[in-house]
């Protein structure tokens, strides 16, 4: 298929789709010899607990230029409860050797769990501060929605009471379900707000807790605004 598109579009710049292209090492180190012979860049998701220097080296000489890592939060006990295989040290002990190798990263954060505190919030912004340095661009992709088939969905739809909310969306994501009437900086950056609020949430978020994540949304929103600028410049 990139053979195809590079002969007939003239492409060498591609996303590879994978959710996790880690996932499997001998696969991706098979994959990488293809793409090497190829003369092309590309771009991957990956897990940072699945990597290693030896396969960032590999992905490297092959034309991988950038990976985004799927981190959500930087506190322990909601690592665990996500059954992320992280730990906020190894995190950042990976985002360090994909620096040293020499990739470009994008880091994913996510608040609103149901399971969060205003001190794991905090501790995600810690973390947030200390990569900083090591990540290429921060995803903004803000507040967590319960899917279905997910655990989380499960576990909460009936203390919530939002089972089958697809069925209902005039009672969930009222703000962002009309979005096209905000303001464009808001649109370039959070664009679920209305995840916080009592009309449209799907959990029963405190006070504080909304002040944490408002907070912590600001930091990534004021890093991102730092680095479009810089790039502009």
Known sequence: EIQQIKKKFG????????????VHKQRLIE???ELKEENIVWRCNARFDLM????????????????????ESGDEYVLKRMKKQLTPQLILEKAKLVHKIGIGQTVNFMFGFPF???????????LIRKIEPYVSDFQRAGLLIPFPGTTLYDEFKDQYNY????????????EVRESEYRPLFKKFLFDDLGLLKEKGRFFNYSPAVVREIEKGMKVIDLIVIKRKARALN
């Not at 492409?11 to 880690?22: A, L, R, V």
């Not at 991988?64 to 981190?71: A, E, L, W, Y």
């Not at 089972?163 to 009222?174: R, V």
């Open 163 to 174: 089972d089958k909310w697809w069925l209902q969306p005039q009672n969930f994501m009222t």
């Open 11 to 22: 492409t060498s710049n591609f996303y590879i789709i994978d959710d996790t292209i880690n």
């Open 116 to 126: 969060e505190t205003p001190e794991s919030i905090r501790n995600t912004v810690k």
């Open 31 to 33: 994959l990488c010899k």
């Open 52 to 71: 290693d220097e030896e396969l960032l080296r590999i992905m490297k000489n092959a034309g991988c230029i950038h990976i985004s890592f799927g981190v």
